[in-house]
C-alpha cells in the first residue's frame, strides 16, 4: 500500500508548515485513479497519536491536464476522457499528484 507512505509524507509537510499549531481540518487533493477510502485510512494510521488524528479529513479529487492526440486541445479529465472539442484520445502532460496538500485550518485558540 504505497498510499501510506505518500499520506505519511504529506503529513510530515503538514507539521512542518503549521508547527505545533493544532490544526482542526484538512483537505488532501488526488488524482483520480486515487482511492480515497484507502487514503483516509492510512491518514489514520500515520496520524493516530498526533495534533493531527483529531482533525477532519476531506479527499478532494483533481483532474489531469491532458493534451488531445488529434486536434492539439488541452483538457482537464481523467486518463480515459475523451476530448471535449473533438472527441480524440488525450495524453496526460500535467499530472496530478496522487496525494497532496491542498488546504488546512488551524483550531482557533480559546
Known amino acids: 500500500m504505497h498510499e501510506r507512505a ?6 510530515i509537510e503538514l ?3 503549521t508547527g505545533l499549531d493544532r490544526v482542526s481540518h484538512v483537505t488532501l487533493a488526488l488524482s ?17 497519536g498526533t495534533p493531527v488524528a483529531t ?3 476531506t479527499c478532494v479529487t483533481r483532474d489531469h491536464v491532458l493534451q488531445c492526440l488529434e486536434c492539439g ?31 488546512w485550518v488551524i483550531e482557533e485558540a480559546l
Open 6 to 11: 505518500l499520506v505519511s509524507k504529506t503529513a
Open 15 to 17: 507539521a512542518s508548515v
Open 32 to 48: 483520480p485513479e486515487t482511492d480515497a477510502a484507502v487514503v483516509e485510512e492510512a491518514w489514520r494510521a500515520v496520524t493516530s
Open 55 to 57: 482533525a477532519t479529513l
Open 73 to 103: 486541445v488541452e483538457y482537464v479529465g481523467d486518463k480515459l476522457s475523451s476530448c471535449h472539442s473533438c472527441g480524440g484520445n488525450g495524453l496526460i502532460v500535467g499530472p496530478t499528484p496522487e496525494v497532496a496538500l491542498h488546504d
